[in-house]
């Protein structure tokens, strides 16, 4: 599957930007799907996870309350909407996918990376 990743920008603190992730190529509604971001200098997190059917999901601590991850299997995307954010928040995000189970955190299980959208969050 191919995944397309966009919508970051230059945001300031406190604002909100929405990311999207087009995906191509095989069922899309089976595959489990997650964002990542990675900051300049540091290493690949786990930002948020989707189940196949976009029933559950799942955030990392540092976002809980502020972003929401949602798809939608008739339009082969997902999203993540980002409220509230903070300078920290700034990096490059990346949409991921993977069969099998759904629920895995480690970004080293997924098969698939979109090419990344830079997320600058001023203060």
């Known amino acids: 599957v191919q995944l397309q990743a966009s919508g970051g920008g230059l945001v300031q603190a406190g604002g909100s930007l929405r990311l999207s992730c087009a995906a191509s190529g095989r069922t899309f509604s089976n595959y489990g799907m997650a964002w990542f971001r990675q900051a300049p200098g540091k290493e690949r997190e786990f930002v948020a996870l989707?189940?196949?059917?976009?029933?559950?999901?799942y955030y990392a601590d540092f976002v809980k309350g502020r972003f929401t991850m949602s798809r939608d299997n008739s339009k082969n995307t997902v999203a993540l909407q980002m409220n509230s954010l903070k300078p920290e928040d700034t990096a490059v995000y990346y949409c991921?996918?993977?069969?099998?189970?759904?629920?895995?955190?480690?970004?080293?299980?997924?098969?698939?990376w979109g090419q990344g959208t830079l997320v600058t969050v001023s203060s």
């Open positions: 989707i189940s196949w059917s976009g029933d559950n999901t």
């Open positions: 991921a996918a993977k069969g099998g189970s759904w629920f895995v955190t480690d970004g080293a299980q997924y098969h698939y």
